[in-house]
């Protein structure tokens, strides 16, 4: 038996699942299933290291509120950027 078998009615891949004792070989399209012959072979296995598993993110970016005058000034540009978008707009409506 190889590693990978496919279903021999759909031709699709045939995934192990385990019930109580035995492992199955079974599709997920048609549903089709066998006993597998050879449980060792079906085994999955993945393997993480302690420095993946316990990583931990640090942030340290702060952020600021705006001054007084930073604000005033934020909110000459938001003014002006909105006058001139109107403009803009009046101008294509005219062409």
């Known amino acids: 038996m190889s590693i990978t078998d496919f279903c021999p009615k759909c031709r699709q891949l045939l995934v192990p699942q385990r019930k109580k004792d035995n492992t199955y070989l079974v599709c997920r399209i048609c549903g089709f299933k ?5 449980k060792k072979s079906y085994k999955l296995k993945q393997v993480i290291n302690e420095q993946k598993r316990r990583k931990t993110r640090v942030i340290s970016e702060t952020r600021e509120f705006p001054v007084e005058g930073e604000e005033a000034i934020l909110e000459d540009y938001y003014k002006s950027s909105l006058e001139y978008l109107a403009e803009t707009e009046e101008g294509e409506e005219e062409d």
């Open 34 to 38: 066998r006993k597998a012959s050879d």
